[in-house]
């Protein structure tokens, strides 16, 4: 109910807890929230560096921290991209 009164710590969890309960069906919470966001951002193709730097910034982040902790992906996508550098370049050598 709206009282005109500052939101406090816990009824903006409540509200976001609520919410996103309401529209997926499954409990979370801002954290998690939060968690989510940033892990579907680091995945994205288009996000750039330039872009990552801010929103850890944004989030109260080290780039670095934000890198270890966000990056899901498995050893073989990191290394992707320096494996189809080293295709490129055997391959500009025939």
């Known amino acids: 109910p709206r009282t005109g009164k ?8 409540s509200i976001v807890a609520r919410s996103c309960y309401e529209r997926t069906g499954k409990k979370t919470n801002p954290h998690l929230l939060r968690d989510m966001i940033v892990t579907h951002i ?8 330039r872009d990552l730097e801010a929103l850890a910034l944004y989030m109260g982040h080290s780039v670095n921290m934000q890198r270890n902790s966000y990056d899901r992906r498995t050893a073989g996508e990191k290394v992707a991209p320096a494996v189809e550098l080293l295709r490129s370049v055997n391959n500009k050598k025939k």
């Open 6 to 13: 500052p939101l406090t710590r816990d009824s903006v969890y």
């Open 42 to 49: 680091r995945g994205s193709a288009d996000a750039t560096e």
